[in-house]
């Protein structure tokens, strides 16, 4: 809407404007300027305000789109109300994009699922892309610009505003003026960034990321000269090592390694390789690891140096020849401490298998170890086959530590009067001894462009709403280069603007809208303005053609060579007294971004199964020493900060370590993340990211926290039995043993099959049926969120899930085995088995709970009565069930969340998975309406068709673990898996007969291990 | 005492009277009709029955509270979907089993001493079983479609499915209630028919005398009340057996470790006798001095209680016992750890607790002294409800906390909605029996008379100036 419809459309019924109702309205609306509001002196102002308000009334509304879309998959030439449209698009973090297809139901956005077409997605996805969906109607999100000192204000106001600003500003070409952006690969920014800093010459840009991964590119920097990203093929590698680096999880590239890392082990390929992890705390790539070595932090660049001169002195690997630098640094680690730690099998894995092996290194090395890691794979043979190299875009950029800094050190000495902060939120999480907070305070003037109206944007003196990925026109770039297409599903619900809207504003340049804006940087690429080109790259969310091209930069030591050595004279393990406090990101809140996304919060982090909360994660021998349990309260002090963190005691943590989670403890960041878990950042200072030193001390308070899983610090006999219970639900089999006999490897037990009480059901339809191969699944939680989205399950909060009553249809359990020191562990996906003989069925009194034709275990809403019988007859406790009303008070924006093809269920009904019953319908409706001609030779529908019917935890699947299907159709994927060597069945000598195989999870211990 | 005549005596050559003192059959009726008849009971009464009152009120408001916001209000969760909802409901309808079984299978054994307390114990069952129907009524998440348990045809031709436990509950509970009503409503009528006969106020008369269906005291109608009393009571005699054993099949016929046992029916049934006779004798010790009633619910009548008591009190100490034998000798490793974690898991408090409370304090029936000190019985039979209620704790919260998958295994902690839900239940059963004892006959003065040396017309003439002549009282 243009402002001049707006202002027309009010005058005709301002004489409404002195209704009691209108002032109940303003008073609602607009608080602050109530008085003003109501004052019938500023015409001018009242109409402007009604403006805002008809915008912000119509906001719960759905809307269409103004600006051309193309749908994704289905019918571009029309709309079928009721029917869902797919749209693609891509959610950017930290730099590296996703694509992503979201599904639409008249014009309302409501899931979002990975793009197959996109390589860095195949369909996959991280629980984070399923929960944008959930921010885009969050009603903690900021709904209008605010000026500090008046309060709310008309986007209309800040433009005056700005272009009186920024006029004067070009005056003096940009003095004084400084912009803080978070890392963006978007090529529409960068042409804006080109564009802003040729009219504000004097301007500085800076760029920050909490959660870095510059020491990654100047370690490249340091290596080849130039900062290059490397790219690995897992799935090729028959040896993998990883150096504290989560490839699973937190990657640009985790959903497409996952992929990899999983194609690699394929227990029926031909290859199958080994992932060793060297690591402080326990990732969720070290839950998948073979061989796991934990080692302090600070060992890490040690780890590396030692393992290239044992395979250089003991293994007979050739040091290349540009590597001969690094002769004395080798000589060197002979003796170090570490050098011991070195498995002789990790040598071995490593050695003489040129082009079968990478080595990978996490963010929190430093620079150095990363060159060094280079040098590893240059003389494992790697470059080039398992490993490759592209450029790094803006190669000049200062790393974030450094920029920040700067920015820190120019706002203290006055040299900014304007900032303007793009994302990010600085004031939480820039490095702590910088004081952001009261540096911005100094700025004049700080325009803040932000989703929430967050600490950052409180202490800024203008607010401007961002608009939702879900609600925005943009471009980004994914981990190899390839342009990703960002097109809105929906108007701004709030008038946001996103960073592009807000840059040419500031500007004052046209086209001002993002989609001119997008536009015009996709043309330039090619000359002309190609319709159709552009066309196929919004229907298929990626432009083809435009990832960068392989480089091979040449490796030299002159830079650090000299370095490595002094490195190695550094303590190897936290002196006594001290213990190294390791920072990492919140598992599903990364830096404190998503904390006020309930499901992300509600979603259990895969190792400690903590939901709401950060914990002090302690080995359990270091919290025996200590005498520490779960729940108690320490204070970590490092210098003169200090925190309060709850204990959590978790097998596989480095000795002598502390794992604590960033993106925890915000203060401003709306009803649900507020005040939820422990500030981290409090205690990052100075310029190292990765670990501190800390000072530990127990303060004799506990506090609860809530997990998903063992509710409560287990007594020995039960942890005892735990362990017992865990291998025989959870299989698993030697690689070797596998290889030897898949027929007995899994030593399965052979019953006297059961007598049936009755007559078995007659299937001669389809017959509905999952599989999840645990080999496949890294435990990352896509699966849980997706589920929640899709099905409409509610958030219950801390409170609840510390009572046992999360509602998630499909949770991941997680057990160790072994060595609780060394521990192995298990993922293991579990959601209703739609048991033949389903326990819940026959308890249900009033028959609720039932068979369908096909199979399915059904549960109807409408005929259950809530006993909760069912829920204590399942073996597998996968039922929920609604102690309350969840739904109780939502707003007409929360509500719009929810999938129209799914009830909402009211309080006192047991729910749980139903196999996503609205997905087997949708397709079986389309299938029917495909006429084709039967045997009889007339028309009638098709079949469904394998793999057609993808339930949202399939779809999420980054790894495709689940799978889903007819399982009369011995050739189905869901059928060749049950009928796999590997399958089994969960508690099957109970004869419930389980609908879901598991296919037991292949290890490769190899070594001295796998012997067994 | 009136006169010290010990009627607890095993002397086998002499038959013990089941009631003392100088009674006839007119100072029967006069002892216990004027109970019922006082214009206005003791302080202690009003006392009581403010206090019960208000714990009533308090069991609304908990119920009020929870229909309004929701069954989370309890500590319930997943796993342990059932707590004190379930475990009051059995332990009120074992409660009422001791009512049962005197009333019915003491009167077919012609157990002549049960007439002293037979009443009374009926009435309990009554109480306590409406008590327990309360239970299930209000712990489904949706309590305003309870009636689909029910089998009433409807326009969807749906029914309820009789395959569930849960609703072969609903026909065992509603069955043994609707039974149990009609044979002490019907056990009561003469006696009904003595107070509207003594009734000195309108009221009185037309209230007793609707009660008591005209009854006149004729042959013809003693004919047709014995025979009826019979038939009931032969009803009645299977649901003593039924009635628990159903209740225990929720359990028995489920798969959770712990619950799957086949030894469930008797030894629910012997554990509702226990809690049952521990609860008459609670109710009967006070009342019987209370209300001067030593002469008709006599010490004879407490200690063939408390044997009772000692022997089920065994049995069910077997039954704990021979659980573990069939845990560790089953081979199945899930309900092995079941009872290992009962008895030294994290619920293992409330495990020894029923221990003590059940097989440890019944023991000390084995001395006379103590069977037949009223007091100290009493205390004994505190203990043994409390055991009681901790059993149903053990085998319903501990099971499901701890079953089958690790990963979801839970503890369960109540509310103080749960506690005061509890608490109230107490308040409406005291409630309710102070109702009882203010306005009913609580001995049933016909069915006591009829085992009087007087009714007896065989019996040795009696000792002269023991008893006066009978007189026909116009209520026999």
Redesign the interface.
Same mark, same amino acid.
């Given at each position: 809407m243009s402002p001049l419809a707006q202002r027309s459309f009010w005058r005709s019924l301002e004489q409404r404007a002195d209704t009691p109702e209108f002032r109940q309205f303003v008073e609602r609306e607009f608080p602050a300027w109530a008085d003003e509001m109501l004052e019938p002196a500023s015409r001018r102002r009242f109409l402007q305000l009604m403006g805002a308000s008809m915008a912000l009334a119509g906001m719960t509304a759905c809307r269409w789109p103004v600006e051309p879309i193309v749908p994704f998959a289905h019918r571009p030439e029309g709309f079928v109300p009721g029917e869902p449209l797919h749209y693609a698009t891509a959610l950017e973090l930290s730099g590296a994009a996703v694509g992503l297809v979201v599904t639409s139901y008249d014009g309302r956005p409501i899931k979002v699922e990975g793009n197959p077409d996109h390589a860095y997605s195949l369909g996959g996805t991280l629980a984070w892309h399923q929960a944008a969906l959930l921010e885009l109607y969050d009603p903690d999100r900021s709904q209008h610009v605010v000026a500090r000192e008046t309060g709310p204000a008309l986007w209309d106001e800040f433009v005056g505003f700005a272009r009186a600003h920024f006029d004067a500003l070009s005056a003096t070409g940009g003095r004084g003026l400084a912009v803080l952006a978070e890392s963006s690969s978007s090529p529409s920014r960068a042409d804006l960034r080109a564009r802003f800093q040729a009219a504000f010459p004097q301007a500085r840009w800076h760029e920050y990321e909490p959660l870095s991964r510059d020491t990654v590119r100047e370690g490249a920097r340091l290596a080849f000269g130039r900062p290059y990203r490397t790219h690995v093929a897992l799935d090729r590698a028959e040896t993998i090592l990883a150096l504290d680096e989560d490839f699973l999880l937190h990657h640009p590239a985790a959903v497409r390694y996952a992929r990899d890392f999983v194609a690699g082990r394929d227990p029926d390929g031909a290859t199958f390789s080994r992932l060793w992890v060297v690591e402080t705390n326990l990732s969720l790539t070290g839950s998948a690891a073979d061989r796991r070595i934990a080692l302090p932090n600070r060992a890490l660049p040690a780890f590396a140096t030692c393992l290239l001169s044992k395979l250089v002195h003991e293994a007979g690997a050739k040091l290349p020849p540009g590597l001969e630098g690094l002769r004395p640094a080798l000589e060197a680690a002979r003796s170090h401490p570490v050098y011991g730690r070195v498995d002789a099998d990790l040598v071995l894995d490593l050695a003489g298998k040129p082009g079968r092996t990478v080595v990978l290194a996490g963010p929190r090395l430093t620079p150095e170890a990363h060159a060094l890691v280079h040098a590893l794979n240059e003389t494992l043979g790697n470059i080039g086959r398992t490993v490759r190299y592209t450029e790094e875009p803006d190669p000049d950029r200062p790393p974030h530590a450094t920029a920040i800094r700067e920015l820190a050190h120019a706002m203290g000495h006055n040299l900014v009067e304007t900032l303007v902060i793009l994302g990010g939120n600085p004031v939480y999480d820039a490095p702590a001894d910088l004081g952001f907070g009261d540096l911005l305070a100094r700025v004049k003037t700080s325009i803040r462009l932000a989703t929430y109206e967050d600490e950052t944007s409180r202490a800024c003196t203008w607010h401007v709403p961002r608009a939702h990925v879900l609600e925005s026109w943009g471009d980004a770039r994914d981990f190899a280069g390839t342009v990703c297409l960002v097109q809105p599903l929906i108007e701004p619900l709030h008038a946001g603007k996103t960073d592009l809207e807000l840059l040419a504003q500031l500007l004052g340049e046209a086209p001002s809208s993002a989609y001119e804006i997008v536009r015009r940087t996709f043309a330039a690429g090619r000359g002309e303005p190609d319709e159709r080109a552009w066309h196929a790259a919004l229907r298929a969310g990626v432009v083809e053609g435009s990832a960068w091209p392989d480089a091979r930069p040449t490796l030299g030591t002159q830079a650090w060579g000299e370095r490595i050595v002094a490195a190695l004279g550094a303590p190897a393990a936290p002196g006594p007294e001290t213990f190294e406090l390791v920072f990492g990101p919140a598992a599903s809140l990364v830096d404190g971004r998503f904390a006020n996304n309930g499901w992300l919060q509600e979603l259990a982090d895969p190792l400690t199964k903590l939901t709401w909360d950060n914990a002090a994660v302690l080995a359990p021998e270091t919290a025996t020493e200590l005498r520490l349990v779960q729940g108690d309260v320490v204070q970590i002090a490092r210098g003169g900060a200090r925190i309060e963190l709850p204990v959590f005691v978790l097998p596989g943590q480095a000795p002598r370590t502390i794992g604590a989670a960033l993106g925890y403890g915000r203060t401003r960041a709306g009803r649900v993340g507020s005040g939820a878990g422990f500030d981290v950042y409090a205690l990052r200072v100075g310029e190292e990211g990765a670990w501190a030193d800390v000072q530990l001390e127990r303060t004799g308070r506990t506090y609860p926290l809530a997990t998903t899983?063992?509710?409560?610090a287990?007594?020995t006999?039960?942890a005892q039995?735990?362990a017992?219970?865990?291998v025989t639900?959870v299989r698993e089999v030697e690689l070797e043993a596998w290889r030897h006999d898949p027929a007995h490897a899994l030593h399965r037990e052979h019953a006297v099959p059961p007598i049936e009480l009755w007559k078995p059901h007659d299937y001669p339809g389809e017959r509905w049926g999952m599989a999840i191969d645990l080999n496949a699944c890294t435990g990352c939680g896509a699966c849980v969120v997706a589920c929640q989205a899709e099905n409409n399950i509610p958030v219950v909060g801390k409170a609840?899930v510390a009572?046992?009553?999360e509602m998630h249809w499909i949770?991941i359990?997680?057990?160790f085995a072994g060595d609780p020191d060394a521990p192995e562990v298990v993922h293991?996906p579990?959601t209703c088995h739609h048991c033949e003989n389903a326990?819940c069925?026959?308890?249900?009194?009033?028959?609720a709970t039932v068979h369908d034709a096909e199979g399915l275990n059904v549960m109807v809403y409408n005929?259950?009565?809530?006993?909760?019988?069912c829920?204590?007859?399942c073996?597998?406790?996968v039922?929920?069930?609604?102690?309350?009303?969840n739904h109780k008070s939502e707003s007409a924006l929360e509500v719009m969340v929810y999938n129209p093809e799914v009830t909402v269920r009211?309080?006192?009904?047991?729910e749980k998975c139903t196999f996503c019953v609205q997905r087997i319908q949708h397709v079986r409706i389309h299938a029917r309406n495909e006429q084709v001609r039967g045997e009889n030779g007339r028309a009638e529908g098709r079949l469904i068709r394998d793999g057609e019917i993808v339930p949202a935890c399939a779809q999420a699947c980054p790894t495709r673990a689940i799978a889903f299907g007819d399982l009369n159709d011995p050739a189905s994927r869901v059928g060749r898996q049950h009928g796999s060597e590997r399958a089994y069945k969960m508690?099957d000598e109970?004869n419930?007969r389980p609908r879901t195989a598991y296919l037991a999870r292949v290890r490769n211990r190899g070594g001295h291990e796998g012997a067994a | 005492m009136a006169e010290a005549w010990d009627n607890t005596s095993d002397d086998p050559t002499r038959r013990a009277p089941l009631v003392l003192g100088a009674a006839d059959f007119g100072s029967v009726t006069q002892k216990v009709a004027q109970l019922a008849e006082r214009p206005k009971p003791p302080r202690a009464w009003y006392i009581a029955f403010g206090v019960s009152l208000a714990l009533t009120g308090l069991l609304g408001a908990m119920i009020l509270y929870l229909f309004t916001?929701?069954?989370?209000v309890w500590? %319930?969760?997943?796993? !342990?979907?059932?707590a004190f909802d379930i475990i009051n409901f059995v332990f009120w309808v074992g409660i009422g089993h001791a009512g049962t079984l005197i009333s019915a299978i003491l009167f077919l054994f012609r157990q002549s001493w049960r007439t002293g307390i037979n009443r009374f114990a009926e009435a309990m069952t009554i109480f306590a079983v409406i008590c327990a129907g309360i239970f299930p009524g209000i712990?489904?998440?949706?309590?305003w479609?309870?009636y689909?348990?029910f089998p009433l045809p409807n326009q969807m031709n749906?029914?309820?499915?009789f395959?569930?436990? %849960?609703?072969w509950d !609903?026909f065992a509970v509603s069955t043994y209630f609707t039974v149990s009503l009609l044979f002490w409503y019907m056990g009561m009528i003469p006696d009904l028919a003595t107070l509207r006969d003594r009734a000195t106020s309108r009221v009185r008369q037309l209230v007793y005398g609707m009660l008591a269906v005209g009854w006149r005291g004729s042959n013809r109608h003693w004919q047709n009340y014995e025979r009826v009393y019979l038939i009931l009571a032969a009803l009645a005699t299977p649901l003593v057996l039924s009635v628990h054993s159903v209740v225990s099949f929720?359990f028995a016929?489920?798969?959770?470790p712990g619950w799957h046992t086949t030894i469930f029916p008797p030894y629910f049934v012997a554990g509702a006798i226990f809690c049952g006779f521990a609860m008459v004798l609670l109710l009967a010790v006070p009342a019987r001095q209370w209300f001067g009633l030593e002469d008709l619910i006599t010490l004879r009548h407490l200690e063939n209680m408390n044997k009772i008591m000692l022997a089920t009190g065994m049995i069910i100490g077997y039954a704990y016992f021979i659980e573990f034998f069939i845990a560790w000798y089953g081979g199945n490793?899930y309900e092995h750890?079941a009872f290992?974690?009962r008895a030294?898991?994290?619920y293992a408090w409330s495990y020894w607790i029923m221990v003590s409370c059940n097989v440890i304090a019944p023991q000390l029936f084995w001395s006379k002294r103590i069977r037949t000190s009223p007091w100290v019985a009493w205390g004994v039979c505190v203990f043994i409800n409390i055991g009681m209620w901790f059993e149903r704790f053990v085998i319903i919260v501990t099971s499901?906390s701890?079953?089958?998958?690790?990963?979801?295994?839970?503890?369960y902690k109540p509310t103080w909605v749960e506690l005061c839900t509890l608490l109230g239940s107490f308040g409406l059963f005291f409630t309710l029996f102070l109702l009882f004892v203010r306005f009913v006959p609580m001995v049933a003065m016909a069915e006591v008379k009829a085992v009087m040396p007087q009714a007896d017309a065989h019996a040795p003439e009696p000792t002269p100036g023991r008893h006066a002549h009978p007189i026909a009282s116009r209520g026999d």
């Open positions: 899983q063992d509710h409560f287990i007594d006999l039960g039995e735990r017992e219970r865990a639900l609840e009572r046992g009553r949770r359990d997680r057990y293991q579990l326990p069925e026959q308890v249900c009194p009033v028959a005929r259950c009565i809530g006993t909760r019988y829920n204590n007859n073996p597998y406790k039922r929920r069930f609604n102690w309350f009303n009211s309080r006192g009904v047991m508690l109970f419930v | 916001t929701g069954v989370g500590g %319930l969760n997943s796993p !342990v979907g059932w712990h489904v998440g949706r309590v479609l309870i689909w348990v749906m029914w309820p499915n395959r569930s436990p %849960l609703l !609903v929720d016929t489920s798969m959770v490793a750890f290992v974690n030294l898991g994290p499901l701890r079953d089958y998958l690790p990963s979801s295994w839970g503890v």
